[in-house]
């Protein structure tokens, strides 16, 4: 079936320092999400990248989804404690019915 | 709007005994999706509801089983409680489906002793 990894598993970084996450499917994806969960929290949607080579920002995020659409990337400038937390992709399945699969997610501590 | 809301926030259970959890999605949203979610094997999902009705279905044992109602409020059952059925459970709701962003609830906590 259909993968979804993630890397680093965990990443730690001084405050201040550029942060990145990568995502890679074993499978063509129409679509790719991200999230993120605070500790002791739920994931919160972030943002959805459709077409192939698309890049879009939020402020300090950057998110990129690749040209075969099997990988993407999610990049933080310049970290704050705020930024702390678990960050997911996820991935409709292929094969007709829609189950989403989510990465394992990049955990990302911040040393202030 | 109001957010997604389960309940209870916290269950402790004994192996072998069953459990009940509740979602209500945002008004509106007509598909809710549950996943467990533990730190070894991450987010998993379970099932997906819409309109009343199991549209998707995740690699889950027969003892995980739920449904929805009229007015799109969800429940899952877990029969027959195993300790590794600790985890968080995550209902999420969406308009139209699970291919959708997902509009995640604050999870229900689960300890099997």
């Known amino acids: 079936g259909q993968q979804v990894m993630q890397i680093p598993q965990y990443q730690h970084v001084q405050e201040g320092e550029d942060f990145t996450t990568y995502c890679n499917s074993s499978t063509t994806l129409s679509n790719i999400q991200w999230y993120k969960q605070r500790p002791g929290g739920h994931p919160v949607f972030l943002i959805q990248?459709?077409?192939?080579?698309e890049v879009k920002k939020q402020k300090r995020l950057t998110f990129q989804f690749g040209e075969a659409k099997k990988n993407s990337s999610l990049h933080i400038t310049a970290t704050q404690t705020t930024d702390v937390g678990t960050y997911f992709c996820?991935?409709?399945?292929?094969?007709?019915?829609?189950?989403?699969?989510f990465g394992r997610g990049t955990s990302l501590i911040v040393h202030p | 709007k109001a957010g997604v809301t389960q309940t209870p926030r916290y269950l402790i259970k004994t192996r072998g005994q069953q459990v009940t959890l509740s979602c209500s999605p945002i008004?509106?949203?007509?598909?809710v999706s549950w996943y467990q979610q533990t730190p070894g094997q991450g987010l998993q999902f379970l099932f997906e509801?819409?309109?009343?009705?199991?549209?998707n279905k995740g690699n889950f044992p027969g003892r995980f089983s739920g449904r929805q109602f009229s007015n799109s409020r969800s429940e899952m059952n877990v029969s027959t409680l195993e300790l590794g059925d600790s985890a968080l459970y995550l209902c999420a709701s969406t308009t139209r489906g699970a291919g959708e962003t997902q509009y995640f609830g604050p999870g229900t906590r689960l300890l099997v002793l």
């Open positions: 008004s509106g949203h007509r598909s």
């Open positions: 509801y819409f309109s009343e009705t199991q549209r």
């Open positions: 990248l459709v077409k192939s080579g």
């Open positions: 996820a991935g409709p399945s292929s094969g007709g019915s829609y189950i989403p699969t």
